[in-house]
């Protein structure tokens, strides 16, 4: 007879299906979600906190109305089409195709309008583009 105590064997608890079973409810999840909320965010832009806006040599300054009328460099433009402004960043951009083209929009601007904006720094070869914001701060003080 064998009275000696047999050796107590731990239970092991194998975690890696456990994981892969999460993955598998986590990625079916993410593609059953539905994002409706969008909808229901008011939003008002542009503000955001950036750094002070540096004086740059290369600058196409493109403004754009509330209403859709577009300025560059200080100068309004009559027309409203893409070829107009097109010609008129051509004509701005001393520092040829490494111009940098700021396009300082209102608030309230149509979409459209600065899309025409950066279609229209495309026809001209200016590909570095950026847009003006206010700061949360100056925005409070309005």
Aim: proline share 5%; no cysteine; charged share 20%.
């Amino acid at each position: 007879m064998n009275f000696r105590p047999r050796p107590k064997e731990e239970p092991e608890i194998n975690l890696i299906p456990f994981i892969d079973v999460l993955l598998v409810i986590l990625i079916f999840l993410m593609l059953t979600t539905t994002y409706s909320k969008f909808t229901e965010l008011q939003l008002t832009l542009p503000v955001a906190d950036a750094q002070a806006q540096r004086d740059y040599p290369k600058e196409v300054i493109v403004a754009v109305s509330s209403d859709g009328r577009y300025s560059v460099q200080g100068t309004a433009l009559g027309a409203r089409s893409v070829d107009a402004i097109a010609q008129a960043l051509a004509e701005a951009a001393k520092a040829g195709k490494d111009s940098v083209v700021i396009i300082t929009a209102d608030a309230a601007a149509p979409h459209q309008s600065v899309i025409n904006v950066m279609e229209a720094a495309r026809r001209s070869g200016l590909s570095q583009i950026t847009f003006a914001t206010q700061s949360s701060a100056q925005a409070g003080k309005r």
